[in-house]
């Protein structure tokens, strides 16, 4: 089967351990609030490929990964394509590629096999967690995190490696907040590294060349004092 693919960065440095090729794939049901990428949103919109179309344009800049490198699937949301990537997944599989999924876990589902074959079949798992708290959740996504939290609780079971990605919004997290996402974290035994991001306004311009109005058009970006304060609270927890 064929899979919808927004893009692809050939030497992505921020998306999993040393040099990526990133697939960018189309498609998210969530609507976050700060999303850089509203662009992805459109499941039927993107460039076609089959898995080995996507595995032989990849494969091409394997030289430049080294020992660390290897693919990050990100998005839009990889959970919507999970069988067009389980197909992916065994090509990178068989050539001891080092594999990253870049996931909101939004649809995950325990019952959907490609979805739990997909997770299975992977290297690594680059999990974003938007908020601790369901209805804040919500608020910020149109989505509660129900699912979210099982699938990092899934994967914990599993023993599949984790990066907890978190991005810290001025003024919608407090203090109580990041304690309950530390205690969380904490709970993991399969987490190697928590990645707090800053929130920016870079996708705004994207929002608004789609014709739509930036929800967070008021709230600054993060500073770094901002992000140093959340760390601290959370890899305090982390180390008990």
């Known amino acids: 089967m064929d899979g919808f693919i927004h893009s692809t960065e050939s030497f992505g440095a921020a998306d999993g351990p040393g040099i990526r090729f990133v697939v960018f794939m189309q498609g998210c049901k969530m609507r976050c609030k700060f999303c850089h990428n509203p662009d992805t949103w459109d499941l039927s919109a ?32 990889p959970m919507l394509q999970s069988e067009f990537l389980c197909e992916f997944l065994k090509l990178t599989k068989h050539h001891n590629i ?52 099982e699938c990092a609780r899934y994967l914990d079971k599993l023993k599949i490696p984790v990066y907890i990605r978190h991005v810290i919004i001025p003024g919608f997290e407090n ?26 306004t870079m996708g705004r311009y994207k929002w608004e060349a789609l014709g739509f109005q930036y929800p967070l058009k008021d709230i600054p970006s993060a500073t770094q004092d901002d992000v140093e304060h959340a760390e601290k609270i959370i890899s305090k927890l982390e180390s008990l």
Not at 53 to 68: I, N, P, S, T
Not at 179 to 197: A, C, D, P, Q, Y
Request: charged letters at 25%; one cysteine or more; a neutral charge.
């Open 46 to 77: 993107g460039k076609r490929m089959s898995a080995e179309q996507l595995f032989h344009l990849a494969v091409r800049y394997r030289d430049f990964w080294g020992e660390k490198g290897g693919i990050t699937i990100s998005g839009g949301e």
């Open 98 to 149: 080092h594999t990253a999924i870049d996931t909101s876990a939004q649809p995950f589902d325990p019952e959907n096999k490609y979805i739990l074959q997909m997770l299975d079949s992977c290297s690594l798992v680059l999990l974003d967690i938007k908020h601790i708290d369901s209805q804040k959740h919500i608020q910020l996504t149109g989505y509660d995190n129900k699912n979210i939290l």
């Open 175 to 200: 203090d109580q907040e990041l304690i309950r996402l530390g205690k969380f974290i904490k709970s993991l035994s399969n987490v190697n590294k928590t990645e707090l991001l800053p929130y920016h």
